[in-house]
């Protein structure tokens, strides 16, 4: 599959190593960013993807940042979608303790590109019984 990108700084994805599943994404800043604890800021990347049709690109927290400083993607993960040409920005939370400190060049996140499919919706007035059912959070044991 491929993704086409350009760079407002030069810089591109790329992977950490051989086995790696995410991309290394940089902060593209003027200025370097600090996030409060309890904050969010939108970190602008440089980067804008042309990504095909039945793919989308999810980005994600890097386990670094999140267990060393309380950093993670606001949003949980977030999707680039095949037909959004527009600057990828990263949205960050400070979970931790401390201010954090975002620089020009700092790997913020991963994104890892996955295939979908879009599916057909269906009203039902009633949906078949599992063993599971409406068993929620916990119900399948620790």
Do not use: H, W
């Amino acid at each position: 599959m491929l993704v086409r990108i350009t760079s407002q700084s030069g810089r591109y994805p790329e992977y950490a190593t051989a086995g790696s599943a995410g991309m290394d994404i940089r902060a593209y800043l003027d200025e370097p960013v600090v996030i409060q604890p309890g904050k969010r800021a939108l970190i602008p990347t440089g980067l804008f993807m042309e990504i095909p049709e039945g793919y989308e690109v999810q980005l994600r927290a890097r386990s670094g940042l999140a267990i060393r400083n309380g950093i993670c993607l606001a949003n949980g993960i977030g999707t680039i979608d095949s037909d959004y040409r527009g600057e990828v920005g990263v949205a960050l939370i400070n979970l931790g303790e401390e201010p954090f400190t975002v620089n020009d060049g700092d790997r913020i996140a991963q994104m890892v590109a996955c295939r979908y499919e879009q599916v057909e919706v269906v009203p039902a007035e009633t949906l078949n019984e599992t063993e599971r059912s409406t068993g929620g959070f916990g119900s399948t044991g620790i």
